[in-house]
Nanobody, 123 residues
Framework: VQLQASGGGLVQAGGSLRLSCAAS????????MGWFRQAPGKEREFVAA????????YYGGSVRGRFTISRDNAKNTVYLQMNSLKPEDTAVYYC?????????????????WGQGTQVTVSS
């Protein structure tokens, strides 16, 4: 599975962005899909995940209530809608795919990773 993240950019605090993760090489219909982020000098952080059917979602504590993950298996694409952005959301955002639904917050359990897209939130 090859993953291509896009949609990052520069936005003012309080603004919104929508990230997309397009998959190729294999249908993602049976994969749990996740978003992670990494800011300079910080460890990778879990942002959100969605199970293969799209009926169960998980969020990191710092984004819950502001971000929404969704997926369109017909388009082989996962989305991350980010609202009420804050400067501390600034990071490179990565999408990832894993088999199964155990521990979706654990980045070590993901099998495939995209190249990342930069999100910068100015104050």
């Amino acid at each position: 599975v090859q993953l291509q993240a896009s949609g990052g950019g520069l936005v003012q605090a309080g603004g919104s962005l929508r990230l997309s993760c397009a998959a190729s090489g294999r249908a993602i219909g049976f994969y749990t899909m996740g978003w992670f982020r990494q800011a300079p000098g910080k460890e990778r952080e879990f942002v959100a995940a969605v199970t293969w059917a799209g009926d169960t979602t998980y969020y990191g504590g710092s984004v819950r209530g502001r971000f929404t993950i969704s997926r369109d298996n017909a388009k082989n694409t996962v989305y991350l809608q980010m609202n009420s952005l804050k400067p501390e959301d600034t990071a490179v955002y990565y999408c990832a795919a894993k088999r199964g639904v155990v521990a979706p917050q654990d980045g070590l359990r993901y099998d495939y990773w995209g190249q990342g897209t930069q999100v910068t939130v100015s104050s």
